[in-house]
């Protein structure tokens, strides 16, 4: 029902800054909670954040709690991970899900939609 794509991946420092973003398809972005996961080769995808239908209520592992912030403007139907203080740990796969269901659920991965991901490799 909803096509996700990435983008704004790239190589950066150690304590630098980037942000990516997630451009969703449809009329009824609104409808969907939605969130961030990243993922390493021969690891399993972490979930990174989550924000709500409306953008009033956050969630977030605690790895990136008070580095990262994930935003969403529905006029744009587009959501944000700002990424400040990078470590060389952040680098990854970032993608972007949606979900009908509450913002709370997808920390425990049960999105309905993914993205493609973008790259983030941060070096030290």
């Not at 060389?88 to 991901?117: F, K």
């Amino acid at each position: 029902q909803v096509q996700l794509v990435e983008s704004g991946g790239g190589l950066v420092q150690a304590g630098g800054s980037l942000r990516v973003s997630c451009a969703a398809s449809g009329r009824t972005f609104s409808s969907f909670s939605m969130g961030w996961f990243r993922q390493t080769p021969g690891k399993e995808r972490e979930f990174v954040a989550a924000i709500d239908k409306s953008g009033t209520t956050t969630y977030y592992a605690d790895s990136v709690k008070g580095r990262f912030t994930i935003s969403r403007d529905n006029a744009k139907n587009m959501v944000y991970l700002q990424m400040n203080s990078l470590k060389p740990e952040d680098t990854a796969v970032y993608s972007c899900a949606a979900t009908s269901r509450l913002a709370i659920t997808i920390q425990r991965g049960g999105c309905d939609y993914w993205g493609q991901g973008t790259q983030v490799t941060v070096s030290s």
